[in-house]
Structures are given as structure tokens and as C-alpha cells.
């Protein structure tokens, strides 16, 4: 699993490369740990090269979406594949974030 931040501005994007699984759900928490801290922009989870997310890897993306919800950023998930889509159409998780 690869993560790739870049900041420009106000808007962090995070792209996420590979198989969000359990046991690289502890290695990504860590190296998004700074995005969280500084969730008060625009956060884009980029996940076109996301090829797989388990339950850890959704509480990731949700333990984002609250950071941000108390500091007043936002949270926009991208470029999901029809598999990650399924997942998150079957966790309530579409309802949760905006997919752009």
C-alpha cells in the first residue's frame, strides 16, 4: 500500500495506491495522522488506484471525515471504481462523503 500527499493551498489530496487491508490499515492511519491534524481544508481521498478497502481502511476514511467535520473542512472522495463503490453503497458510506 502507497500513500501520496501533496498540499497546494488549502486542499490536501491523499492518493491512495493499492490494497486498503487490515494490515495496512496501521501504516496508513500513521502517514495520514498530519492530514487529520490539519483538516480544516479541502481533504480529496483520491482513490483511483485503490484497488481494494477493508472495514480498517473505512474507519480511516471515516476517522478523516470527522476530523475535518470538527474543524470545519471537508472530505471528497474520488475516482472510486465500481468495487470500492459497492462497498461503500452497502456500508451507508456514499451518504457519508461527497464522491466526486
Known amino acids: 500500500m502507497e500513500v501520496k500527499i501533496t498540499t497546494l493551498d488549502n486542499e ?3 492518493r491512495l495506491i493499492g490494497r ?14 498530519p492530514v487529520k491534524d490539519k483538516a480544516d481544508g479541502t481533504i480529496i481521498l483520491d482513490c483511483e488506484d485503490l484497488s481494494y478497502i477493508s472495514s480498517s481502511g473505512l474507519r ?19 475516482n472510486i ?16 462523503f461527497v464522491i466526486g
Open 12 to 14: 490536501t489530496t491523499v
Open 20 to 33: 486498503l487491508d487490515t494490515p495496512a490499515s496501521q501504516e496508513v492511519a500513521e502517514e495520514l495522522q
Open 60 to 78: 480511516i476514511f471515516l476517522s478523516i471525515r470527522k476530523e475535518a467535520a470538527i474543524k470545519g473542512g471537508k472530505v471528497i472522495v474520488r
Open 81 to 96: 471504481n465500481d468495487n470500492i463503490r459497492n462497498v461503500f453503497m452497502m456500508t451507508g458510506f456514499l451518504n457519508l
